[in-house]
């Protein structure tokens, strides 16, 4: 796994490179549990997103994130108390962490896109602030 520097991400959002085999079958992308920032204690993916939806537009208080297009490609926003940028993500072995108190959207989801997210805990849903506007006011 390769962690590349902040490519203009804000602080606790670093794009993450994973292992990637490919041959005349396809891509096989991997990683082993030693190589990430945290245990995986839950998994999740996203996928058959109707156009112009919006998914996430949420921060975790405590829970940590790494966000794959497994399929197809999608727009990354993500917040901090450093800045925001809007990444696009659209390699199935390049994922981007979310640190806890980043805000994150994800939109503009292609037709054919699947978002695979790995994440240091269970779903809780007081981990969760779901108001931007609550967000920006405990950012500083």
């Given at each position: 796994?390769?962690?590349?520097?902040?490519?203009?991400?804000?602080?606790?959002?670093?794009?993450?490179?994973?292992?990637?085999?490919?041959?005349?079958?396809?891509?096989?992308?991997?990683?082993?549990?030693?190589?990430?920032?945290?245990?995986?204690?839950?998994?999740?993916?996203?996928?058959?997103?109707?156009?112009?939806?919006?998914?996430?537009?949420?921060?975790?208080?405590?829970?940590?994130?790494?966000?794959?297009?497994?399929?197809?490609?999608?727009?990354?926003?993500?917040?901090?108390?450093?800045?925001?940028?809007?990444?696009?993500?659209d390699s199935p072995n390049v994922g981007i962490y979310i640190g806890p108190n980043v805000w994150c959207e994800l939109k503009n989801f292609s037709e054919d896109a699947v978002c695979?997210?790995?994440?240091?805990?269970?779903?809780?849903?007081?981990?969760?602030?779901?108001?931007?506007?609550?967000?920006?006011?405990?950012?500083?």
């Amino acid at each position: 796994m390769k962690v590349d520097g902040k490519y203009g991400l804000p602080e606790c959002a670093n794009l993450i490179e994973v292992g990637s085999a490919i041959d005349e079958r396809g891509e096989l992308c991997f990683t082993e549990n030693v190589e990430l920032p945290f245990k995986i204690e839950r998994v999740f993916w996203i996928s058959n997103i109707p156009k112009g939806q919006t998914r996430g537009k949420h921060a975790h208080r405590i829970c940590a994130e790494i966000v794959f297009p497994a399929q197809g490609a999608f727009d990354m926003f993500v917040s901090d108390k450093e800045g925001e940028r809007t990444y696009r993500m659209d390699s199935p072995n390049v994922g981007i962490y979310i640190g806890p108190n980043v805000w994150c959207e994800l939109k503009n989801f292609s037709e054919d896109a699947v978002c695979v997210v790995l994440a240091s805990h269970r779903y809780m849903v007081e981990g969760y602030v779901n108001d931007y506007e609550e967000f920006l006011r405990g950012k500083g």
